[in-house]
């Protein structure tokens, strides 16, 4: 009887509107007789509800068309061998300058000569500006890469003509590029930023960006993260930071649009198996095993899960509050999962919804 009760709570579950596909939590807790957490699809960390498989991919590299020490082909190969799905080549403009002229060679890559079946290489750009005493890069990846970024061009406006033309646009390394966060904020048109930057963590130890992302998500800004390698010596900086798309087939036009959808986590070492907000307000995570668990949100609004001394995490339950002090609500919240060596996965921030 108990048995038949469990099955048909899950034929409802499946059945109801407006709910996603069953999570592990889900069938774990129809097995064990348990109350089933309904998904609140409204809350995406990531793609997680989404159909589809994962693709592990490096969006940010140099190869020696620019000031990379690899040429492309075997830039591509390491990360092929690394066991990565797709990389973007985003080598600098400067790289594609016309020796002793202010002319560019065609903005192009031999992709036909590195695309191989089970991995694909996408076209990229990274562009470099001053703006008053400000060092600026965006990293441009997809169509569209190849529209220059004008000396006085109005930066939300370029960015959103990369974007309009179907590019996935972050801006790069603002730690390591020490811009002020009012540069940052007055870019009204911003869809992703890089969080992480192993390159940069390696090189001076500036590889971290999170306080600029949450100065955004703070202010209720959609902005994506990544995580990237930055790779100039494959090698030394490679295979430290990367995204993990959920995409509907490992292509260039799918891996872009799932980018540009969101997608995606983003990792220098854990796996995120599953996260989700129920419908009663449990934040649910499932991951590799790590030494700890956080939903991060505004100033003073953090809830964390640490393991047991010699022991790990491999899931947690933690009640989340969007209050946030006695008249105030918490903007946003994202999940970060960290593993004894201090390497992280991290969540796409979700913003807070109206509440009902």
């Given amino acids: 009887m108990q048995a038949t009760y469990r099955w048909a709570l899950i034929a409802i579950l499946l059945l109801c509107s407006g709910c996603a596909s069953m999570t592990a939590a889900q069938k774990r807790a129809a097995h064990r007789g348990e109350r089933i ?3 609140d699809v409204r809350y995406d960390f990531g793609g997680f509800n989404e159909p589809g498989n994962w693709y592990q991919g490096n969006l940010h590299l ?3 068309i620019s000031d990379g020490k690899m040429n492309p082909a075997a830039t591509a190969e390491l990360y092929r061998k690394l066991g990565y799905d797709f990389v973007a080549l985003t080598d600098h403009l400067s790289g594609f300058r016309e020796k002793n002229k202010k002319t560019y060679k065609p903005l192009v890559y031999p992709l036909e000569q590195l695309n191989k079946p089970d991995f694909r290489v996408l076209p990229g750009m990274e562009y470099d500006t001053k703006r008053n005493d400000e060092t600026i890069h965006f990293v441009v990846v997809g169509p569209g890469y190849d529209q220059p970024l004008e000396k006085r061009q109005d930066l939300s406006e370029a960015v959103r003509n990369w974007w309009d033309n179907g590019a996935f646009v972050f801006l790069a390394h603002p730690h390591w590029s020490l811009d002020g966060t009012p540069v940052l904020e007055k870019i009204t048109f911003l ?14 130890g500036r590889g971290g960006s999170e306080i600029y992302w ?7 800004r959609p902005v994506l993260g990544v995580a990237t390698d930055d790779t100039h010596r494959p090698g030394e900086d490679s295979g430290g930071g990367w995204v993990m798309v959920k995409a509907k087939a490992l292509t260039a036009e799918e ?12 990792s220098s070492g854990p ?6 907000l129920d419908t009663e307000g449990n934040l649910h995570v499932r991951c590799s095993p790590v030494q700890a668990i956080r939903a991060l949100s505004t100033v003073g609004k953090v809830v964390q899960v640490k393991a047991k001394k010699g022991r790990s995490l491999r899931e947690a339950v ?3 509050d969007w209050k946030h002090g006695r008249d105030s609500l918490a903007p946003f919240v994202r999940v970060e999962c960290v593993d004894e060596q201090g390497r992280t996965a991290w969540t796409q921030g979700v913003l807070r919804l109206p509440l009902e």
């Fill in 214 to 220: 949450d100065r955004l998500l703070r202010k209720s």
């Fill in 37 to 39: 957490p309904r998904v």
């Fill in 191 to 204: 869809p992703a930023l890089e969080v992480f930057n192993y390159g940069c963590a390696v090189e001076e």
């Fill in 62 to 64: 140099h190869t020696t």
């Fill in 271 to 276: 796996t995120l198996h599953d996260v989700f």
């Fill in 318 to 320: 933690i009640k989340w």
């Fill in 255 to 266: 891996i872009v649009t799932a980018l540009r959808n969101g997608r995606f986590y983003f």
